[in-house]
């Protein structure tokens, strides 16, 4: 009965969160939240209703947050125009490149100093912490407050860094996962990997960006199916990135800013309100199971150390890095400290750590650390981000920033 119930509890929050969308963006509260307080409620540490082996258990979370990181990802790439992204490339360069770096840095270093762990693995647990979440981070810079209280200049770099920042931890996890007799040979894989993300990812989108117009041209195609088309992009480049040995996640990310370059404006608008629904409700499963599986009592065992590694990721290993990079990245301090503290670490985050965890990579006392912090984040991102986005709109308005 543990999977028609959660079809049950899942399909009926996606009703009620979606009957009343509108005024829940002015809330101190989101869809995650809301599916990862019911995971909690109806799990073991609650009513009992739903209970999962924990061999299942981080499996279901990574099959789940696969595809709705792979889902995310692919939203971000056509939520903006292409010619905002060229604009904007100096800017997530710096980002992806410095702000990753110092970003695992610090993190590895909070992970060694709290968790007493040994470097190598506080270097692990530092990369699987270091990208910042898109599904977290669309729930706070979409919908209508979103496009009324933020420039859009903010919401553009906040969106992008999260879906390019996914696909690019994924080598850095690989390396910092890797014996150190192995980290050259680790290296050349990593390289590779992201060279075959790109041309699998930028092959597929070019190619269907090609054939919807021929498509459209001989009017061939129909609006249910050109609908479907990104669900299906989606699905057919994360899987064939993946068997040829490339990063999934970014395949999948390329493939929609090359297919987002070849098509209309039109066209992009109407595909990207369909795959932003798709991922608005595809994240509500990995919530809930992670409330299911919320290992309590590894919580409890990590004792105040598991309290000071969440409050030092999420107030070190993020804001204090882009207050200094803020002027290179022409952002005014108020900005620069809302990009900085809506780093969220979410579902990107739980695939890596069950992926590390399946290979034996991550114990156990990195599993609690992991999950309690994408909890904590969960909870704290969510209930601050209708206050952040007001407070950072009426501090440009007083022009005090």
């Given at each position: 009965m543990t999977l028609p119930l959660l079809l049950a509890l899942v399909g009926g929050l996606a009703?009620?969160?979606?009957?009343?969308?509108?005024?829940?963006?002015?809330?101190?509260?989101?869809?995650?939240?809301?599916?990862?307080?019911?995971?909690?409620?109806?799990?073991?540490?609650?009513?009992?209703?739903?209970?999962?082996?924990?061999?299942?258990?981080?499996?279901a979370i990574r099959i789940s947050a696969e595809l709705a990181v792979a889902m995310a990802v692919l939203a971000v790439a056509l939520r903006h125009p292409p010619h905002e992204f060229r604009r904007e490339l100096r800017a997530?360069?710096?980002?992806?490149?410095?702000?990753?770096?110092?970003?695992?840095m610090a993190a590895s270093?909070?992970?060694?100093?709290?968790?007493?762990?040994?470097?190598?693995?506080?270097?692990?647990?530092?990369?699987?912490?270091t990208p910042t979440d898109p599904v977290l981070a669309s729930n706070i810079i979409e919908g209508e407050p979103a496009e009324r209280q933020l420039p859009q200049r903010v919401r553009l770099l906040v969106s992008v860094e999260s879906g390019a920042n996914d696909g690019l931890a994924a080598p850095m996890i690989a390396l910092a996962a890797a014996s150190a007799g192995a980290v050259a040979a680790e290296a050349a894989d990593a390289a590779a990997s992201l060279l075959i993300a790109v041309v699998v990812g930028g092959a597929a989108g070019w190619l269907t960006g090609r054939l919807l117009l021929w498509s459209e041209r001989h009017r061939d195609l129909e609006q249910s199916a050109f609908l479907a088309l990104t669900l299906a992009l989606t699905?057919?480049?994360?899987?064939?990135?993946?068997?040829?040995?490339?990063?999934?996640?970014?395949?999948?990310?390329?493939?929609?800013?090359?297919y987002s370059a070849q098509i209309a404006q039109s066209d992009r608008v109407a595909e990207w309100e369909v795959q932003e629904a798709i991922n608005r409700y595809l994240v509500l499963p990995v919530?809930?199971?992670?409330?299911?599986?919320?290992?309590?009592?590894?919580?409890a065992d990590l004792g105040w150390a598991g309290?000071?590694?969440?409050?030092?990721?999420?107030?070190?290993?993020?804001?204090?890095?882009?207050?200094v990079l803020g002027p290179w990245l022409r952002l005014r301090p108020a900005e620069a400290?809302?990009?900085?503290?809506?780093?969220?670490?979410?579902?990107?985050?739980?695939?890596?750590?069950?992926?590390r965890h399946a290979a034996g990579d991550a114990d156990e006392t990195m599993w609690a650390a992991?999950?309690?912090?994408?909890?904590?984040?969960?909870?704290?991102?969510?209930?601050?981000?209708?206050?952040?986005?007001?407070?950072?709109?009426?501090?440009?308005?007083?022009?005090?920033?």
């Open positions: 009703v009620a969160v979606g009957l009343v969308s509108r005024p829940m963006r002015d809330m101190p509260v989101t869809e995650p939240l809301l599916a990862l307080a019911l995971g909690a409620a109806v799990g073991p540490g609650g009513l009992g209703w739903v209970t999962l082996d924990e061999a299942i258990g981080p499996e997530l360069a710096l980002l992806l490149v410095v702000g990753m770096a110092g970003m695992a270093a909070i992970g060694w100093l709290t968790l007493g762990l040994a470097p190598a693995a506080a270097a692990l647990l530092g990369a699987i912490a699905i057919t480049v994360l899987g064939a990135t993946t068997l040829a040995g490339g990063v999934g996640v970014l395949g999948v990310f390329v493939a929609g800013l090359v919530f809930v199971l992670l409330g299911v599986i919320a290992p309590w009592s590894a919580w309290a000071w590694f969440v409050v030092g990721i999420l107030v070190l290993r993020r804001l204090p890095l882009l207050l400290g809302f990009v900085g503290w809506f780093g969220p670490v979410g579902v990107a985050a739980l695939l890596y750590l069950a992926e992991g999950t309690l912090l994408v909890a904590v984040s969960t909870v704290v991102h969510g209930v601050t981000a209708a206050p952040g986005r007001g407070l950072l709109a009426r501090r440009l308005a007083r022009g005090s920033s």
